[in-house]
């Protein structure tokens, strides 16, 4: 078993060198996307960085089935990958041509509910005291829900200047560290696959200028790839009180783009319309910069990755208490962080 610690090890190195030499030649390759009105950015940079992360992935799956046979990947992870494929191929359509947003949300629901059916849905949630039932459509609505919103929430979050990819490689790693530590397999190896391929990306965008952006390829991907994991963590360990891991790690996230949504509803704005109404974006047109935006949100995510880990190593049940208490403490300090910065800006322009 210590050889299979080992070659993990070795595959995890070499996801990050492929993911590195990739972005590296998408940096010289030179595809550029030209931003939109909700980007941040004012020229445009090579994007393609999402290629490395899709290749990283399926070198790893590939490398774990050769070297480590003992571990028995699920029959449905080609289906899987055949998926993040897809949505991969349709996020970079989407950099190359800027896809109608419609036809994006179809897309990406006809896979997720591909994605749900091949490996079943969710159908116990844990209460605030016991674990509910739910009816099979209503799990299938609920997991189908989970996939979609984070292909498209992380894609909305990737804005800032390595915000999406040091949060995710944070979420993903302590996703896999709890897969590893229930025996999740497939979920572990999905995690590690992902944030192995993240770092190698990293060193090109984490920066105030940065030399490449993974683009809707990568940003949709990682969203696609950390939502199947979570669902795999409570599929392989039939154990529904993981169930809330996957949002409560991505929470900073999650909690940001609800609020923003809520604001536009009511407000009455187009629900499809490009903005700059998210906490990343208003806090970069009020002049912080982006790696102190992205180290802002990556301390958010450190706090609910440490509390997780905490409750599950002292195997406290995560219920619906602690997703209720995550949610309202990432609400607070998102608008206490806002209000914040516009009152800011408004005393140095008086």
Not at 1 to 29: H, K, N, Q, R, W
Not at 87 to 100: A, K, P, R, T
Not at 196 to 204: D, R, T
Request: hydrophobic share 55%; proline share 3%; aromatic share 12%.
């Amino acid at each position: 078993m210590a050889s299979s610690y080992s070659d993990i090890v070795y595959i995890g190195l070499a996801c990050f060198i492929l993911s590195f030499v990739i972005c590296g030649f998408m940096v010289v390759v030179n595809l550029s996307d030209n931003p939109n009105h909700r980007s941040i950015h004012y020229k445009s940079n090579p994007t393609g960085g999402g290629l490395g992360i899709i290749a990283a992935i399926g070198l790893s799956l590939i490398l774990v089935n050769i070297f480590i046979p003992e571990i028995q990947l699920s029959e449905d992870l080609p289906y899987f990958l055949i998926c993040a494929i897809i949505v991969s191929f349709l996020g970079l359509l989407d950099d190359i041509f800027e896809i109608s947003v419609k036809y994006k949300f179809i897309i990406t629901t006809i896979i997720a509910i591909i994605t749900v059916l091949a490996m079943g849905p969710v159908i116990i949630l844990p209460g605030f005291f016991s674990s509910i039932t739910l009816p099979y459509l209503v799990g299938l609505f609920g997991s189908v829900l989970w996939i979609f919103v984070c292909i498209h929430g992380i894609n909305f979050m990737d804005g800032a200047n390595g915000l999406m990819a040091s949060f995710m490689f944070l979420a993903s790693a302590t996703l896999a560290i709890i897969a590893f530590g229930t025996g999740a397999l497939n979920s572990f190896i999905l995690g590690l696959a992902l944030c192995f391929a993240l770092l190698g990306f990293l060193p090109f965008n984490f920066s105030n200028n940065p030399k490449i952006f993974a683009g809707d390829t990568g940003s949709m991907l990682t969203g696609y790839i950390f939502s199947l994991s979570a669902l795999l963590l409570v599929k392989e360990t039939d154990n529904a009180d993981l169930l809330y891991i996957g949002p409560i790690l991505i929470l900073p996230l999650l909690s940001d783009i609800f609020i923003t949504m809520v604001g536009r509803l009511r407000l009455k704005e187009n629900f499809f319309s490009a903005h700059k109404e998210h906490l990343y974006q208003v806090l970069i047109i009020h002049n912080e910069s982006h790696i102190k935006v992205s180290l802002t949100y990556l301390s958010a995510g450190i706090f609910f990755s440490s509390s997780i880990l905490f409750l599950v190593v002292k195997e406290i049940r995560i219920s619906m208490w602690v997703l209720l208490i995550s949610t309202l403490l990432a609400v607070f300090v998102r608008r206490y962080t806002k209000r914040h910065i516009i009152l800011k800006h408004k005393n140095k322009s008086q």
